[in-house]
């Protein structure tokens, strides 16, 4: 028996699609695909605009920096989240300032966002966690009251919803990530989300060297390149064709964990509120640190790959400057596993998973 905490589904139309881009020598990024899932992805979020990325990091750098974000700018995020939702900030001179989380919905806890506002203070960084949808009725409020852009980080919340409403769609800009573990996958990709024409634009603009429309090789700002290719976004459309499947499949898989498991101390990350939560990884909380690492001993023992909750980034060394305390999100990072949850799973496979578990705990 061996299960490893995650794996892509790849059989639909990946290998017609990427063969089409071999066969028709339409690699690069430019190509049907590129703007065909990019289409049919904002559809599917509900947004006007969707631009293609090669991952879900540039996604925040390009949309931080089409928003002009810079020097000096203070960004609220949330401590409890991955590396990536703060560093492209930084890496644009921002500062980022560290929110607590909520213990119930594992999100971005808005009191605590409203508190660490200040007049230097340009964006919220919104994050959905691990599949769950942030109180986005707070924070599209903060971000009117206080005059601040709102980001959304979609990256592990690709077709959730908050009261009916697909994340991505609430905020200026939002950003996905398509990396092999994600919802849908095209091995690394992302997408930048907006409504606002002119917005849209200057993602697009930065995204492709800052080349001008009326010149050949003149460009008018210091950009990137930071395109997807056709073969990546082939393998993007075919996923996106499946989506419906993978989050019914991820939900299911969450139903046979909690129903297994009900008489074991783990406690679930379960929907909050009005939500659609798309269960990125199966995550739940053991009863200390020191029972998580021996749960995951056990169930490594058995074969079953695992993986922590983020540890939270006030903590790392680049970012602990001066002492801060977050006694939420430092509980839910310290005790939270992820268990395997990939669309290919079985309910026989869950109860193997969960008899490990169920034994660990005497149960
Ligand atoms: C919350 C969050 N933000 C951003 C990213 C960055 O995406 P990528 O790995 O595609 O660069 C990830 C995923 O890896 C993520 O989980």
Known sequence: MSYPVYQPSLTGNEKKYVNECLDTSWISSKGHFVNDFEKSFADFIGVKHASSVCNGTVAIHLAASALGLGQDDEIICPSFTYIASANPFVQLGCKIVFCDSLADSWQMDPYDAERKITPKT??????????????????????????????????????????????????????????????????????????????????????????????????????????????????????????????????????????????????????????????????????????????????????????????????????????????????????GINLPSYPALTHDDVKSICKVIKEYYGK
């Not at 009916?164 to 092999?180: E, Q």
Request: glycine content about 6%; some cysteine.
């Open 122 to 335: 340009k964006a919220l960084m919104v994050v959905h966690l691990y599949g769950h949808p942030a109180d986005m009725d707070a924070f599209v409020a903060l971000a009117k009251k206080y005059h601040l852009f709102l980001i959304e980080d979609c990256a592990e919340a690709i077709g959730s919803q908050y009261k009916g409403k697909r994340v991505g769609s609430f905020g200026d800009i939002a950003c996905f990530s398509f990396f092999g573990n994600k919802t849908i996958t095209c091995g690394e990709g992302g997408m930048v989300l907006c409504n606002n024409d002119d917005l849209f634009e200057r993602v697009n603009h930065l995204k492709a060297q800052g080349v001008v429309s009326w010149r050949e090789y003149w460009h008018d700002v210091i950009a990137y390149n930071y395109r997807m290719t056709n073969i990546q976004a082939a393998i993007g459309l075919a996923q996106l064709e499946q989506v419906d499947k993978f989050m019914t499949a991820k939900r299911q898989i969450a139903d046979w964990y909690m129903e297994e498991l009900k008489s074991t101390p783990l406690v679930f990350h379960k929907p909050h509120g009005d939500v659609f939560h798309t269960f990125w990884m199966i995550s739940a909380l053991a009863k200390s640190k020191e029972d998580r690492a021996s749960l995951r001993a056990a169930l490594k023992q058995a074969g079953i790959e695992t993986r922590p909750t983020f540890p939270c980034i006030h903590q790392m060394p680049a970012y602990n400057k001066q002492f801060e305390c977050f006694s939420v999100a430092e509980d839910l990072s310290s005790r």
